[in-house]
């Protein structure tokens, strides 16, 4: 059973950056692909960013690319996403989830999620 606890939500203005970590309890976190999600209010929940178990390989959703980066720490069981020049559509809770397959997209595909961070962008 992996557990993962996000952090490094909050709120900033447009154009800003925020840098999200999710921590695991699972000292093998190399053995999983790690994605971030996010569900905005009323909406379902969105692929944002996938990398892969080394950090080599990374997916991204198209309308985020040059603004998002995923990255990992194996060593520190943590994987992160910086998010730069920030929008006020990006406000969402954002979660990260674990999973063995890499370059899943669907939610419903993942193994384990964190409980999600709040992060909003003001105008």
């Known amino acids: 059973q992996v557990q993962l606890v996000e952090s490094g939500g909050g709120l900033v203005q447009a154009g800003g950056s925020l840098r999200l970590s999710c921590a695991a309890s699972?000292?093998?976190?190399?053995?999983?692909?790690m994605a971030w999600f996010r569900q905005a209010p009323g909406k379902e929940r969105e692929f944002v960013a996938t990398?892969?178990?080394?950090?080599?390989?990374?997916i991204f959703t198209d309308s985020l690319k040059g603004r998002f980066a995923i990255s990992r720490d194996n060593a520190k069981n943590t994987v992160y996403l910086q998010m730069n020049n920030l929008k006020p559509e990006d406000t969402a809770v954002y979660f990260c989830?674990?999973?063995?397959?890499?370059?899943?997209?669907?939610?419903?595909?993942?193994?384990?999620w964190g409980q999600g961070t709040q992060v909003t962008v003001s105008s």
């Open positions: 990398v892969s178990r080394n950090g080599e390989s990374t």
């Open positions: 699972e000292r093998t976190l190399s053995t999983y692909s």
């Open positions: 989830a674990a999973d063995r397959w890499f370059g899943i997209r669907t939610p419903g595909q993942y193994d384990y």
